[in-house]
């Protein structure tokens, strides 16, 4: 185990405007990290992705990641948004919306190589979605593109994997077939995922960070549980996905 | 139909009408994917102060037009970036204002103003080969531009945020776009005129949109659409007597509604 710190917050403020909307934020991530930030809807998770990515600049603090600016760093992140800015009536297939995965890996005026094609239908292998690749991103049900946008996270071959609510609308066959999917990963890459929704607390996970507006909690899943129980005034359980697994079949 | 091509004004006309088919083709797939069309609404309006200031000086107004349909594109593009100011108040400014001062340089111009006419309507039959060059030109720089940036295209039409994730310039390259519209626009002047042209730009690709879904594909039938489209609005003018720029639209309209019934059943 690599004891290493790739992502470091250092008293980050942000605000939207004159709203704030993130107060004083402290955290370190380690190398093979999995790390959940939970909180309630508008407590900031999304934000702090955002800012990690450089796509929103922070008001006071730094942040660094693998030692360099977000901007410098995001070339290494995959990052799976939880609304997506597209427009599904696009004329693009799923390969080529996973080949958009190693766009950052391309410079301007070079093709795509055999190479990124061949990355992309393992990663679509990976995630289940092989036999999709010739279709229009617009034809797939919701659960079917959010693992199609998922695979393109993957196809950057990143070493920090960001996902913001990626069970949202996967169905739950899926869903622990995904975390198993993540649990490989995570052997490599650090992992952070955000999530309003704290069923979804997978025992793969193994740390835990709960975020509203203030950072309230940062570390070991075990001793967060009963924390967040009480800021969501409801006892929370951890999902065990050994128990299904004479369900799920193959491996 | 062929002893019509013994007029040079007939075959500047078809030479005419396939420059402009790729122009639209090309630039107007992103137009329509992106969607961007009421920008470029706003773009080819805003060029109309480039031909008004070419009857002031006394100069090609295509040429004229050129600079104030880019100033135009990097204009919108800046301002509905920056905030602040809303993306459809920047387009309605700039329509304006361009189309205002066009007005105002005409009436300064000393005499009255020949072929103004033809550049709001278009008038495919009086193109002369002065502007066939510049047309030629201006399709090349197109078909270069996109044949660079074809991934980087597609990537900041489909999803900006990621393409910007992925350390692409999106910025740039959205400008760029714009800027591809502009020329595809002054492209087009000629032939449909200020006011037809968002037509050209949408319809072929709205018509192919409905048989494929590879982009690649729309592109290139697209232009292949518009090029049998706009000789057949080009001939029906011809034939009947009727302005072309109208007719070549209402063709492309006339299928159009076609091909979308066709689809229904």
């Known amino acids: 185990m690599d004891n290493s710190i790739i992502v470091d917050f250092r008293n980050v403020f942000f605000s939207y405007n004159t709203i704030p909307v993130l107060e004083n934020i402290n955290f370190q991530l380690y190398r093979n990290d999995f790390l959940a930030i939970i909180g309630p809807n508008g407590g900031g998770k999304t934000t702090i992705l955002k800012l990690m990515l450089g796509l929103l600049k922070f008001d006071k603090g730094s942040i660094t ?76 049900s919701g659960g079917q593109r959010q693992r199609v946008f998922i695979a393109r996270a993957l196809a950057t071959k990143p070493k920090l994997l960001l996902l913001d609510e990626p069970v949202s609308s996967i169905d739950m066959k899926w869903e622990q077939a995904f975390y198993k999917l ?59 996905h050994e128990t299904s697994h004479s369900s799920s079949g193959e491996g | 139909m062929i002893d019509i091509l013994q007029y040079e004004f007939m075959r500047n006309a078809l030479i005419a009408a396939i420059l402009v088919s790729i122009a639209c083709g090309i630039v107007g797939t992103f137009v329509v994917i992106k969607k961007i069309v009421f920008i470029s609404g706003g773009i080819a309006h805003a060029a109309f102060g480039g031909i008004g200031l070419g009857y002031l000086l006394r100069v090609n107004p295509v040429l004229t037009a050129i600079p104030f349909s880019l100033l135009a ?84 039409s489909f999803d900006e945020e990621f393409t910007e994730i992925s350390g692409v ?68 003018s011809y034939l009947w007597n009727l302005p072309s720029g109208a007719t070549i639209v209402l063709v492309l309209a006339a299928v159009f509604f076609a091909s979308t019934l066709m689809k229904r059943i």
Not at chain 1, 65 to 88: C, D, M, V, W
């Open chain 1, 65 to 140: 990641i693998f030692g360099k600016s977000p901007l410098e760093a995001r070339k290494s992140i995959g990052y799976l948004p939880q609304h997506f800015t597209s427009n599904f009536d696009f004329p693009i297939n799923v390969l080529e919306t996973v080949l958009m995965g190693r766009l950052g890996k391309r410079g301007i005026g070079k093709r795509y190589t055999q190479k990124d094609i061949e990355i992309c239908l393992e990663v679509l292998q990976h995630i289940g979605m092989e036999q999709f690749k010739n279709t229009e991103i617009g034809k797939l």
């Open chain 1, 182 to 240: 993540l649990h490989e990963l995570n052997k490599e890459i650090a992992i952070i995922l955000v999530t309003h929704d704290i069923s979804v607390i997978s025992m793969y996970i193994d740390k835990i960070a709960c975020i509203n507006r203030k950072l309230f909690y940062h570390g070991s899943k075990k001793e967060g549980m009963h924390k967040i129980s009480e800021m969501y005034e409801y006892p929370v359980q951890i999902i065990s």
């Open chain 2, 73 to 156: 594109a990097i204009g919108i593009g800046t301002i509905s970036k920056k905030a602040k100011i809303s993306e459809d108040a920047a387009i309605g400014i700039l329509w304006t204002v361009g189309m205002a001062l066009g007005i105002l340089f005409i009436g300064l111009s000393p005499g009255y103003a020949p072929n103004l006419f033809s550049y709001l309507f278009g008038s495919i039959l009086t193109v002369p080969f002065s502007d066939i060059i510049i047309m030629i030109i201006l399709d090349v720089i197109i078909i270069a531009i996109v044949s660079i940036f074809y991934k980087e295209f597609q990537a900041l």
């Open chain 2, 169 to 236: 310039p999106t910025k740039f390259l959205y400008l760029l776009l714009l800027c591809l519209v502009a020329l595809s626009i002054i492209v087009l002047i000629r032939v449909v005129g200020i006011i037809l042209v968002i037509a050209l730009l949408t319809i072929p690709t709205t018509i192919v949109r409905q048989f494929t879904n590879r982009l690649k594909y729309l592109i290139i039938f697209s232009t292949i659409g518009a090029i049998f489209l706009t000789i057949a609005g080009l001939w029906l």
